[in-house]
């Protein structure tokens, strides 16, 4: 998903999706928000019976392409859209459900939804959706909690690894050097690093670190029960340890960089394990940097990566809740997913399209093969925060031992699942 230069590590990690945790929400149909939002044509705007759409921009391009198509829908339906990008999504989310006046629809993000299914907020609307068979499977499930579908995917992002061709070059390296495994990646990585570049660098955080987790064969979560200091958790951990160690890999904040994609464009590393949404930076940002795309090496369990979505979520006080499901259903439709695909960059969550994406987007594949075996990150209440303690921790990977941190993750995932 496109991305600026002025965001932030935390702010890129929302862009996942749009993924990695919770770029998210927001709301503010009726509340007051001074929001510069952007109306949408329809014969009852300004009647009070239209809809607010929430959501959280990576940037123009993106809040442009939600405007045009919510544009598109009034015109046909008759029903206003008034498109909101906000400016703090979680909190203006929080506020419209604390004042009775959400926005009728919103992205919704994997990490939030538990919490405000809980309290009531979000309306179930998928459990009365008749036909979700084009949606890839994990993704429903990752917005389906005790049974309840609260909303239909809208985009899937996945993690794989970027190669600077030059750079690639420049280390004498060729085709058949593209590492396939956890061995190969540490020879080449050091064989691709100099005193001027890293040969792989990341961000320090699960949203990262998290694919090779899945590559062991492990995840934090497994069938809603805590196994965050699994034996294939812990040789993922220190795997990536040795790479630091090693001088293989250098962290992007070790490079002076906010997130690994501007450590990867201003060429301070060679190779960089990060999502989708950093093509949209580099063409941004750094337009005359060549590189490709290839999956991420084989673990001990084989293929494995993460994969970050958001939905689109429903407010339980919406009064215009058949009005918001049937705008979802034409924003989630497969010739407007594609739309968003060619907008500002997103993956379709329907795999109907899958083949026409690839066709247009050759250089990505490798992401969208991601999302055949790809892993959700935790998305029961309470495992955001047990995840963000866990980043903090992992900020001294290099310096401490796995086991601890995941024993402490363990102990955590414990008492919020239970």
């Not at 009647?47 to 993106?62: H, N, R, Y």
């Not at 998290?210 to 497994?222: R, S």
């Not at 690994?260 to 063409?283: L, R």
């Amino acid at each position: 998903m496109s991305t600026t230069r002025a965001l932030t590590r935390r702010r890129v990690l929302g862009l996942a999706a749009i993924p990695a945790f919770g770029l998210g929400l927001a709301a503010c149909g009726g509340s007051g928000f001074d929001d510069g939002g952007s109306s949408s044509g329809g014969s009852d705007a300004g009647g009070g019976k239209g809809l607010t759409l929430l959501i959280g921009s990576s940037g123009d391009a993106e809040s442009k392409a939600v405007q045009d198509a919510a544009a598109k829908w009034a015109e046909s339906s008759g029903t206003a859209v008034e498109v909101i990008p906000a400016s703090d999504l979680n909190q203006q989310l929080a506020q419209g459900f604390a004042s009775g006046s959400p926005a009728d629809v919103f992205y919704l993000s994997t990490d939030a939804m538990a919490g405000y299914a809980a309290n009531g907020s979000l309306a179930p609307y998928g459990d009365d959706v008749e036909d979700t068979s084009d949606f890839r499977p994990a993704l429903l499930e990752a917005f389906t909690l005790d049974g309840h579908l609260y909303g239909l995917p809208k985009d899937v992002s996945t993690l794989a690894l970027l190669i600077n061709e030059d750079l690639w070059k420049e280390a004498g390296l060729t085709e058949d050097d593209v590492p396939t495994t956890w061995e190969e990646l540490a020879d080449v990585a050091s064989r691709a690093g100099s005193d001027k570049v890293a040969g792989l660098t990341m961000s320090t955080e699960y949203q990262r670190i998290g694919a090779f987790m899945a590559a062991a064969g492990g995840e934090l979560v497994t069938d809603g029960k805590a196994t965050a200091n699994s034996p294939e958790n812990i040789e993922a951990l220190e795997y990536v340890k040795s790479l630091a160690e090693s001088g293989a890999l250098k962290f992007s904040a070790d490079l002076g960089a906010g997130w690994g994609g501007e450590a990867f464009g201003s060429g301070s590393a060679v190779m960089v394990v990060e999502g989708n949404w950093i093509t949209g930076a580099m063409a941004n940002d750094y337009p005359d940097v060549k590189y490709k795309v290839v999956e991420l090496p084989d673990g001990p369990a084989g293929k494995g990566t993460l994969q970050f979505t958001n939905a689109w979520g429903v407010a339980a006080d919406s009064p215009n809740q058949a009005k918001a499901v049937e705008l979802i259903t034409f924003l989630t439709s497969p010739e407007q997913q594609m739309e968003f695909a060619r907008a500002f960059g997103p993956m379709p969550s329907v795999e109907s399209v899958s083949d026409e994406w690839a066709e247009e987007f050759p250089e990505q594949e490798a992401f969208l093969a991601g999302a055949d075996y790809a892993k959700n990150p935790p998305a029961q209440a309470g495992t955001a925060e047990v995840i963000a303690d866990l980043n903090a921790q992992l900020e001294t990977l290099a310096s401490s031992d796995p086991t601890a941190i995941l024993d402490s993750v363990q102990t955590n995932l414990e008492a919020a699942l239970g």
